[in-house]
């Protein structure tokens, strides 16, 4: 089971939101992916074995997908 658990707030271009949430859905370390309404369009949560992991996740794969304007990341402490 992962040890550190992020989620991340997610920002779009409501023309974008249903393309967004579908690639989402490909990145197989996000757990859970809701859209919501507010000041966010998309909230999901992430698990990863180590807290090294979570950067690239964010950057190399979330924040990537065409139409995201701006993300929002809340990184959990470790389990003890």
Avoid: N, W
């Amino acid at each position: 089971m992962a040890s550190v658990k992020a989620y991340v707030l997610i920002v779009t271009d409501p023309a974008a939101t249903r393309d967004i949430y579908q690639a989402l859905q490909q990145i197989p370390e996000l757990v859970e992916i809701h859209e919501v309404m507010g000041p966010y369009d998309i909230v999901c949560e992430i698990e990863a074995a180590d807290l090294a992991h979570i950067p690239p996740i964010l950057g190399e794969r979330i924040r990537r997908i065409p139409g995201i304007e701006s993300t929002t990341s809340l990184v959990t402490f470790p389990d003890p």
